[in-house]
């Protein structure tokens, strides 16, 4: 017997060609379709009112029961896989996804698509219990008090920038001048800075000699929770 022939042999054999009994199917169904629910919820709970998204909730229930019935199918025929893979081979996925979150949510749904597809419902379910669990105690992490934001100064002329970043050290020596705009009467710079509250900032760099506007940028993951 060849290499070829063993290799073919023992693919083949990894494979079991009855299909689940018809009882074990909708039993994998019902139960992907109770944990799409469960994380329908979760993620409901979990997210702001203003990143939230229904129709992302609801194709999170369908992703976990199509997952579901492809690995169901799967397990009945060698042609079969192959041709699944195949087919699904040529998706593309173009919708953009907001944050890392949400593409969590996303792997737990075809996680548990993957997992009750197999029969292993307790483990599904396990996995389930446990991401809910480290979503509660993230939450009781403490996040820092310093944030970082974007503070952009408009200023009568250059005169203004030795007291302004001298304002701005005071509050964040690591402060970043992330751009300069000089003319012979307006002055523009946009700086990076770590505070606790940006208004008192605003308010210190405003009192400064020749300054007119002073406006504050949220930055990365202040916007939202």
């Given amino acids: 017997m060849s290499i070829k022939d063993i290799i073919k042999n023992s693919f083949l054999e990894g494979f079991n060609n009855t299909a689940p009994s018809l009882k074990m199917m909708l039993l994998c169904l019902l139960v992907s379709l109770l944990l799409g629910f469960y994380i329908f919820f979760i993620y409901r709970l979990k997210c702001s009112e203003t990143f939230y998204s229904k129709d992302f909730n609801v ?12 690995i169901l ?6 042609i079969v896989s192959l041709g699944m893979v195949g087919a699904l081979s040529i998706v593309r996925f173009r919708t953009a996804v907001k944050n890392s979150v949400d593409l969590t949510f996303m792997f737990w749904a075809i996680c548990v698509g993957i997992i009750t597809g197999t029969g ?3 483990l599904a379910a396990f996995v389930s219990f446990v991401l809910s669990v480290l979503l509660v105690l993230f939450n009781y992490i403490p996040s820092p008090s310093r944030n970082t ?11 203004s920038i030795d007291p302004v970043l001298e304002c ?16 012979s009467d307006k002055l523009s710079m946009t700086v990076e800075l770590s505070c606790d509250k940006p208004e008192d900032v605003m308010q210190s760099i405003y009192k ?17 929770s």
């Fill in 168 to 183: 701005i050290r005071g509050v964040d020596k690591r402060y970043s001048v992330q751009s300069q705009n000089i003319s």
């Fill in 73 to 78: 199918t799967i397990q009945s025929s060698v």
């Fill in 149 to 159: 934001y974007y503070v952009r100064i408009d200023a009568e002329n250059a005169e």
């Fill in 59 to 70: 194709s999170l229930v369908m992703v976990s029961v199509i997952t579901c019935a492809i």
């Fill in 120 to 122: 292993l419902i307790g």
């Fill in 208 to 224: 400064c000699k020749g300054v007119k506007t002073v406006s504050v940028i949220s930055h990365g993951d202040n916007t939202g």
